[in-house]
Structure formats: C-alpha cells, structure tokens
C-alpha cells in the first residue's frame, strides 16, 4: 500500500510558477508510475502529467505541455511538478496518484491517490 501526500499549492499571480510536491510512504515508490491529475469546481477530474516508474518517460495533457513538468526522486520518495507560465484555468486543486505498471492518463487505472493541494491562479 503506498500513502500519497501533496505540498506546495497556493495562490501565484498569472504568469507566475509554483512547484508541488508528492511524498510517498513505503519502499516500494520505484515500482509504481505516478500522475497529477487536477479538479476545478464544478469539473471532472482530469489528467495533466505522468511519469514512468524510472522516470525515464513522460506524458502531458495538451493544455499543460511545454509550460508544466513532472519528476521524481526515487531516492527521496517524491514525485513532483513544476508548473510554469500559469493561467487562471490552472486553478484547481491538485492531486499525486500512483499505479502499478506503466504509466497511464487513465484516471481509473490509478489505485492510490493523495489528498489534494490547491492551486489558485490569479489574473
């Protein structure tokens, strides 16, 4: 079982950056891929990044590629994402998931899921 806690959410001008952060428990971390997925009010949930298990892949949403960037740290538990050029429709709260295997946009495939962080952007 892996626990998932998110840090770093707050409240950033547009145009700003901000870097979350997603500690995992247990020493098995390395064996999971790991996504962000994010939630603003009155929407779906939906993927925004993902990253393979060594770290060695990556996958985007669209409407985050070139501007966020996931990474993890295998040594140190965490997984993070750095998001950069912030806009307003960034706003929502955030949150770290981990699944077994390859790593997946598929919110459904995920097993274990953080708390959530909130970012709010400002115009």
């Known amino acids: 079982q892996v626990q998932l806690v998110e840090s770093g959410g707050g409240l950033v001008q547009a145009g700003g950056s901000l870097r979350l952060s997603c500690a995992a428990s247990?020493?098995?971390?390395?064996?999971?891929?790991m996504g962000w997925f994010r939630q603003a009010p009155g929407k779906e949930r939906e993927f925004v990044a993902t990253?393979?298990?060594?770290?060695?892949?990556?996958y985007y949403a669209d409407s985050v590629k070139g501007r966020f960037a996931i990474s993890r740290d295998n040594a140190k538990n965490t997984v993070y994402l750095q998001m950069n050029s912030l806009k307003p429709e960034d706003t929502a709260v955030y949150y770290c998931?981990?699944?077994?295997?390859?790593?997946?946009?598929?919110?459904?495939?995920?097993?274990?899921w953080g708390q959530g962080t909130q970012v709010t952007v400002s115009s």
């Open positions: 247990g020493r098995t971390f390395s064996s999971y891929a």
């Open positions: 998931a981990a699944r077994s295997g390859t790593y997946s946009s598929l919110i459904n495939t995920y097993d274990y």
């Open positions: 990253i393979r298990r060594s770290g060695a892949g990556t």
